[in-house]
């Protein structure tokens, strides 16, 4: 590439990404004005520029209803089930990447069965397991089941993540008299924030966004997540259009900030471990 | 030595295989057992053998769900695929505020079903939605896309694409990045066109990771419920009605656990021979 | 675990649904009963109900409601839930349906002694004619009427004063004027391909002396006076009165398309005006009861009721709970202004409803004329639900708003309905 020819092809690229990313984004760009129109002027008409743009949606949305009930019950599952989810794949992909055998590559394979296992088979029957633990409408019902479902995905990012990282490491520790679980935390685990930040962030995202399974365990208002507290807002009797925007537009923050922070420091590679036995 | 450090991974993958057999496999034969009986979400009913499973042979509503099931992931994994590959081609060059932009082309992905689909629908919903406005400037007729089941369809096509594009965008864009760029230089110096390069280096060496992304892909969107539940709940008349849709209406709406829980057997049989056949073929080449 | 927000919102029905949560009375000797509503109409109804419940609280101090709004959204699984994990409320108010069905799983608790004690004194006289009995099933009643949610054909005065079209009074003169007032951007009649666009098939059968089931409970999908209502449907849809985005709507966008004006009739709840602006509410009128092919006139309406849950561990405070929520629920409609009409005669000489021109004109011609889905058949029965439910008769109001043929659509519909009635 001639230097010449650089900043004005840079320059072009530029433009088009920036027009392509805008056109793709236009429902989502549709949607955050709409949040700042009332209810009466999103109906009134499809204007796109708010004609009389106003906060009050927001206002109303945080002060009167229940959605920061909704935001906190999401936060705590996503967190939660985060947490579990690192640590059950961390181990698990530490143990793929490690160790070979029959009994992993068994394992392996039925990371890939629960992935496609359609989640809609275990509604019934874990509903009556958590009836008997009493987890209905309790958020623990909730991040179990997003725990499991996250499990093969996380794993097989793990492993691959693992797989980069050279044996020579744990072994030089093992030599020092470490066991393997001390070689694990001491000399892989620091090496692994890339790889966790990549884990956690995804796992974090999914949960936070899943709206099926938190609808069918979490029917209680005051134990609704978001994505099903949202849902109410589309009522039988009355579409309230300003407050389902600016919901809309709020729920997107956190995830959109933790991804526009945290990116940087993610390895994104590591799906192609996975469905390899 | 050794017998210890057999049990060793054992260890490793207890809290997994816990979970694991807690969320899926009791659900998994106890779905199976609903499947053999005729019961509700009340009550578990009389057993009734395969009769669920015959039924479900018989009925037309099934086959054009798994139909549609796989027109929809078919459609989806090229779509996102194509998408997905060209952006990642765009970004994979030297741009200012990349990183801005790599999470910009992510948010069809990182916003809730919901919200996207409450902008989508808000988009084309009827003759004065944006989407038809445009269409008028362009002097075409307004389509009313929900109202119309091949429109409908689309419609459902167009958002899944649009929600999965991202995530294949990020690993193929880590795919790009990490191909040496010695290849090209090896290329460069033979006199092979752009194109050519493309074709005889990037490609091959995205391969396995394209590979992997279609069959997860493929997975993920037979199993989809949010997308058609929340766009279309499976119309105009169960036009965009998938096999998950189709599982859920019989267990929530109607109320027949047995046949609900069949159908969901029923994909899972399907997802996993796919897998088999796939894996096979890999391992083959 | 309940936020106490403490400020009443006047927008929004999520907020209504918060400020319902009262916080925790204080506790000794006191029964707390746990009371369900569904949300009968705009942000005002729960409101009102709301400050119901603190009055009977105020005047019942060893009783305690706890009253909780429920959005009408994927409701059955709200309440299937609930009671599969044994937190059922002591009573609710519901679907027209609810009650059977719900009873055929063993959920509801019948109440028997109190429709004898309302018997008694008299009281049940002031329900409308037949509600009570309706709510008889397997020899038990099974829930006690309070509103009766009936469909009506609405009309906008503007549109039909502009065009100097009188109202029609039977189906041809409606078809005639539909066509009529379709011109530019402005279509005859709104509807919806959804729940409430399949209440158009219901209401047009029942109109023409038709229904679902005759009195036998049986299907009768395919007689001739149900073909013949769905084929004038059809017809309205074939003249291009219909908007042809109706199939993908839903119940909002065919409302609005209505109070703005972009279509003349509509088919809804006598509580459409009320969640329109004054000036909305000025242009719209009520037809007469329409006339179908063969003179019939009637159209669907469910008797939605009052029912315990089995689940209960204070029924008789419950009943004296029911008891006082229905007679002094008026509240409901003079500042709720609940959707569906009262169940009881008395409400009727309120203001609320004689200084209404549309609301008396309902009462006195809509009312006695109500049949429910299952018209010809006495009583409900739990098949009833799960047919409005299941999303058959939906599609079947998607292909008509399509242009599709009725004939085969409706032998189809038959053939999904009857394994579903099973």
């Given at each position: 590439m001639m230097a010449g020819q650089a900043k004005p092809r840079r320059t072009l690229r530029f433009c088009a990404v920036t027009?392509?990313?805008?056109?793709?984004?236009?429902?989502?760009?549709?949607?955050?004005?709409?949040?700042?129109?009332?209810?009466?002027?999103?109906?009134a008409s499809h204007d796109l520029i708010p004609a009389h743009p106003t906060l009050a949606n927001f206002v109303f949305l945080l002060a009167r209803t229940v959605y920061v009930t909704f935001f906190l019950n999401s936060g705590l599952v996503a967190l939660a089930s985060t947490v579990l989810t690192l640590i059950a794949a961390g181990l698990a992909g530490y143990a793929l990447s490690r160790w070979k055998g029959r009994l992993l590559a068994g394992y392996a394979r039925v990371l890939l069965m629960v992935q496609m296992f359609p989640i809609i088979m275990a509604l019934i029957p874990l509903f009556i397991i958590f009836r008997k633990l009493g987890l209905i409408n309790h958020p623990a019902s909730v991040i179990i089941v997003y725990t499991a479902v996250h499990l093969p995905f996380a794993t097989w990012m793990f492993r691959s993540f693992f797989d980069s990282i050279p044996r020579e490491l744990d072994e030089a520790a093992l030599v020092d008299g470490c066991s393997r679980l001390q070689a694990f935390r001491r000399v892989v685990l620091p090496l692994a924030g890339p790889g966790t930040a990549a884990v956690a962030i995804f796992s974090f995202l999914l949960s936070y966004n899943e709206f099926f399974i938190a609808s069918v365990f979490l029917r209680d208002e005051g134990m609704m997540t978001v994505p099903v507290g949202v849902q109410m807002?589309?009522?039988q009797y009355a579409t309230d259009w300003g407050s389902l925007m600016a919901a809309a537009t709020v729920t997107m923050v956190p995830t959109f900030l933790m991804f526009l922070f945290v990116q940087k420091y993610v390895a994104y590679g590591g799906v192609e471990g996975g469905v390899k036995g | 030595m050794k017998a210890r450090l057999d049990l060793l991974p054992f260890a490793f993958l207890l809290p997994s295989i816990a979970l694991i057999g807690l969320v899926i496999a009791w659900p998994l034969l106890t779905g199976i057992d609903y499947s053999l009986h005729a019961g509700t979400m009340l009550r578990q009913g009389r057993f009734v053998g395969l009769d669920n499973y015959t039924a479900l042979m018989g009925d037309e509503d099934f086959w054009h769900a798994l139909r549609f099931s796989v027109v929809f992931a078919v459609a989806n994994v090229v779509g996102a695929y194509l998408l997905g590959l060209g952006i990642a081609l765009l970004m994979n060059a030297d741009i200012p505020g990349r990183g801005f932009f790599r999470v910009a082309f992510l948010l069809p992905w990182i916003i809730p079903s919901i919200v996207s689909v409450v902008s989508w629908r808000w988009l084309v919903a009827d003759a004065n939605a944006p989407v038809n406005l445009?269409?008028?400037?362009?002097?075409?007729?307004?389509?009313?896309f929900l109202s119309s089941d091949a429109w409908a369809q689309v419609v459902v096509f167009a958002v899944k694409i649009w929600r999965s594009f991202p995530f294949m965008m990020l690993s193929l864009l880590a795919g790009l990045q990490g191909i040496d760029r010695t290849l090209y230089e090896a290329t460069a110096i033979d006199g092979a066109s752009r194109w050519q390069s493309f074709l005889y280096v990037t490609m091959p060496q995205l391969r396995n990771v394209s590979i992997v992304l279609c069959i997860l892909m493929?997975?993920?969107t037979i199993n989809d419920f949010e997308t058609p539940f929340l766009i279309t709940g499976g119309g105009p008349s169960y036009a965009t009605e998938n096999l998950i849709l189709m599982a859920f209406r019989y267990v929530f709406v109607r109320n027949q656990v047995g046949i609900g829980s069949a159908v969901s057997f029923v994909t899972f049989i399907i997802l996993t021979g796919l897998a088999l056949v796939l894996l096979r073929r890999q391992r083959e080449s | 675990m309940a936020i106490d927000i403490g400020l009443v919102a006047r927008r929004g029905l999520i907020a209504c649904a918060l400020a319902s949560m009262l916080a925790a009375a204080p506790a000794r000797a006191q029964t707390v009963l746990n009371f369900w509503d569904m949300v009968w109409g705009p942000p005002e109804y729960s409101e009102t109900a709301k400050k119901l419940v603190d009055r009977y609280n105020a005047e019942n101090p060893k009783i305690q409601v706890k009253y909780r709004a429920v959005p009408w959204a994927n409701w059955y699984q709200t309440y299937v839930t609930a009671i599969g994990a044994g937190t059922a409320p002591d009573l609710s108010t519901g679907a027209g349906y609810q009650p059977v069905q719900l009873y055929d799983q063993g959920a509801i608790h019948p109440i028997d002694d109190l429709v004898a004690e309302l018997k008694a004194s008299g009281e049940l006289d002031d329900f409308l004619p037949g509600t009570v009995e309706r709510l008889k099933y397997d020899g038990h009643y099974v829930s006690l009427p309070w509103a009766v949610d009936i469909r009506v054909w609405l009309y906008r005065k503007d549109l039909l004063a502009a065009a100097k079209i009188a109202p029609p009074t039977n189906w041809a003169e409606l078809r005639a004027a539909a066509k009529a007032l379709t011109a530019g951007d402005k279509y005859g009649v709104a509807a919806s391909g959804d729940t409430g666009g399949s209440h158009y098939l219901y209401s047009l059968?029942?109109?023409?002396?038709?229904?679902?089931?005759?009195?036998?409970?049986?299907?009768?999908?395919?007689?001739?006076?149900?073909?013949?209502?769905?084929?004038?449907?059809a017809g309205i849809v074939k003249d291009g009165s219909v908007s042809p985005a109706s199939a993908g709507y839903d119940s909002a966008g065919r409302r609005r398309a209505f109070m703005l004006g972009q279509a003349a009739f509509i088919l809804d709840g006598p509580g459409l005006p009320d969640s329109g602006t004054p000036e909305a509410r000025e242009q719209i009128g009520v037809l007469p009861p329409l006339s179908g092919m063969h003179g019939d006139k009637g159209t669907v309406a469910w008797t939605n009721s009052i029912m315990v849950y089995e689940q209960t561990r204070h029924y008789a405070e419950t009943k004296d709970f029911l008891k006082w929520w229905s007679r002094n629920q008026k509240p409901l409609w003079t500042e709720g202004h609940a959707g569906?009409?009262?169940?009881r005669m008395s409400f009727h000489k309120d203001p609320y409803f004689k200084d209404s021109a549309l609301r008396s004109f309902i009462v006195e011609n809509y009312l006695p004329l109500g049949k429910t889905t299952g018209a010809n058949a006495p009583g409900i029965f739990a098949a009833l639900n799960a047919l409005e439910g299941d999303g058959v008769m939906q599609s079947l109001t998607q292909e008509i708003l399509q242009g599709k043929d009725v004939g085969p659509g409706l032998a189809k519909a038959e053939g999904k309905l009857k394994t579903i009635v099973q």
């Open positions: 027009a392509i990313a805008a056109a793709i984004n236009a429902p989502v760009i549709f949607m955050v004005m709409n949040a700042f129109q009332t209810t009466e002027d999103i109906n807002f589309m009522q | 445009l269409l008028k400037l362009m002097g075409a007729n307004p389509i009313y493929t997975i993920w | 059968m029942v109109n023409n002396g038709g229904g679902l089931f005759d009195a036998k409970r049986t299907l009768t999908v395919q007689a001739p006076r149900n073909l013949e209502a769905l084929e004038f449907l569906p009409m009262p169940a």
